[in-house]
């Protein structure tokens, strides 16, 4: 999605919304100057692994773009500030050292906030990290919570946290006298989603917006069972050196969600909107 075209969605949003709060949250991408003077004439590099769907990935139709939630609000924070942007991609794990070295400015790609990382770049939060539960589509077993998984074939990815949360409630079943969950693991996603999809298991855990982007792939086969928030905060980590930048994505973000584009994301890429968070800084 290109800067224009988000510029032009987002006034879209404003002038077609009635409520009093939408009414007064609009981009003025001609004010970074006044606004945010240091940032003036910077091409913002952005930190992404475009492997991580559906937060940051790929589209097979072009494969030189990046798409998904956060690269999304990323083109619509800084199309609505009027500052370009240039993506930084490679491995996940090296996304956040490439900030605190300075190679990048910021790192958008569901970065979960602690108080540890805090203390290397600076936060903006605003969405709460879930876990999901997925099964085939018309819930045959009936599971709505994880208190409705004793004597069920659940799968999770292999080390993850879900399966130690599986293994913790098996445990909790049998000494209820129930049946203990058969736990299947899984090395990616499409290995956990084919184990549900041919009725080899009941249920799959996984994040919560990996669930989301199954069920809208695939919505006559897979449906969500449940959601469990974690006590986790995600948003971009950002280069200590700018804090301009941490308060112009704070600013941009909370106009977001003023004026529903960030709702329309959310939706978009099938998350809860439940899990959306008033926006918060971090700069420990």
């Given amino acids: 999605m290109r800067v224009a075209a988000v510029v ?11 409520a009093p709060a939408f009414a007064q949250a609009k981009c003025e991408p001609n004010a970074v ?10 091409t913002i590099r952005v930190a992404q692994d475009g492997q991580s769907p559906p937060y940051s990935f790929r589209p097979q139709n072009n494969l030189d773009d990046l798409t998904g939630l956060d690269a999304d609000l990323v083109h619509a924070t800084f199309a609505c500030l009027g500052l370009p942007v240039e993506f930084k991609t490679g491995q ?7 900030v605190i070295a300075g190679q990048a400015d910021l790192m958008w790609n569901n970065l979960y906030y602690t108080p540890a990382r805090a203390q290397q770049v600076d936060f ?28 069920v074939r659940a799968a999770a990815g292999l080390g993850t946290v879900e399966e130690a949360s599986l293994r913790d409630t098996s ?27 041919n009725d080899r298991a009941d249920l799959m855990m996984t994040d919560s917006g990996v669930v989301g982007q199954l069920v809208s792939l695939d919505p006559n086969d897979f449906e969500r069972a449940f959601t469990i928030k974690t006590d986790f905060k995600i948003g971009p980590g950002i280069n200590k050196s700018m804090p301009a930048l941490v ?19 959310l939706k978009k890429y099938g998350f809860d909107l439940a899990l959306m968070l008033p926006v918060e800084t971090h700069a420990e």
């Fill in 8 to 18: 032009a969605v987002i006034g879209a949003a404003v002038l077609t919304s009635t």
């Fill in 92 to 98: 996940w794990s090296g996304m956040l050292p490439s």
């Fill in 124 to 151: 903006v939060t605003y969405l709460l990290a879930a876990t999901g539960g997925m099964v085939r589509k018309g819930n045959p077993k009936h599971i709505h919570a994880l208190a409705d998984t004793c004597g």
């Fill in 171 to 197: 445990e909790k079943c049998v000494a209820a006298g129930k049946q203990p969950i058969q736990i299947f693991t899984y090395q990616d996603k499409p290995s956990g989603a084919r184990l549900l999809q």
């Fill in 247 to 265: 308060q112009a994505v704070a600013d941009t973000v909370k106009l977001l969600q003023a004026n529903g584009t960030m709702q329309d994301l």
């Fill in 33 to 42: 100057a006044k606004k945010y003077p240091s940032l003036v004439g910077k």
